[in-house]
């Protein structure tokens, strides 16, 4: 079955420290995966994304996330957390259902970056 | 830059009344998606299109329909809404898979709420 998981509700970080968000899937095939982030009220925007190649993937605002096949893991980190990156973290993998495409997305993680 | 444009923000209906939630996205792109965003249950798809005139049922279609009559423009109706569709709902679309690897690009959301 394809599924995504984000073990974690909600991250609590203190500025200035590292965050990790943590997701792992399940997939059939070579896995493409993804990091949105939400800020309140607003839509998901497209951060990060792992196809193929290097297993650390940088993105947007300073994010990165570590791709590890043996884990099936795909961990969003930031070296030095900011208080305006507190939003909502959604991990996505590429399935495909009835023959098409789709991104299927864990749950969220809230995270709180405390000043 | 891609735009897509939800054009209600917030919308409150009662129990029974027929909803419209409209979609235009402004850069050409053939598939188009309806998700449903509630806590701790992440994204679920509703319906997506992949063309004119086309429509695949996603996760969770039962209760709704959808519309594609122009490229540009995908709309989801609730023939009679519920309480229990009280909901973010997320309109995304991206272009076709040559040349792309799958990320979805969001509007900024409708949240309806139903009495």
């Known amino acids: 079955a394809q599924s995504v998981a984000q073990p974690e509700d909600q991250v609590n970080v203190a500025e200035g420290n590292p965050l990790t968000v943590k997701c792992t899937y399940s997939?059939?095939?070579?896995?493409?995966l993804f990091w949105y982030v939400q800020y309140p009220n607003r839509g998901l925007q497209f951060l990060l994304k792992?196809?193929?190649?290097?297993?650390l993937v940088k993105g947007s605002y300073g994010f990165e996330a570590e791709f590890n096949k043996s884990q099936t893991s795909f961990h969003l980190k930031k070296p030095s957390a900011l208080v305006s990156d507190s939003a909502l973290y959604f991990c996505?993998?590429?399935?495909?259902?009835?023959?098409?495409?789709?991104?299927?997305f864990g749950a969220g993680t809230r995270l709180a970056v405390h000043p | 830059d891609v735009k897509v444009t939800q054009s209600s923000r917030y919308l409150v209906k009662r129990t029974g009344e027929k909803v419209f939630l409209e979609c235009v996205q402004d850069?050409?792109?053939?598939?188009m998606f309806w998700y449903r965003q509630d806590p701790g249950l992440g994204l679920r798809l509703i319906y997506f299109?992949?063309?004119?005139?086309?429509?695949e049922k996603g996760d969770i279609p039962e209760g709704y329909s959808v519309s594609r009559e122009k490229k540009e423009r995908f709309s989801l109706i609730l023939e009679s809404a519920s309480t229990n569709q009280t909901s973010m709902y997320l309109c995304?679309?991206?272009?076709?898979?040559?040349?792309?690897?799958?990320?979805?690009?969001f509007g900024e959301g409708s949240r309806l709420t139903v009495l």
């Open positions: 850069m050409d792109h053939e598939n």
């Open positions: 299109s992949y063309d004119v005139k086309m429509k």
């Open positions: 792992y196809i193929t190649g290097d297993n």
């Open positions: 995304a679309s991206k272009p076709t898979p040559l040349g792309n690897t799958g990320e979805l690009f």
């Open positions: 996505a993998v590429r399935g495909i259902s009835g023959g098409y495409n789709k991104l299927i």
């Open positions: 997939v059939s095939g070579n896995p493409y």
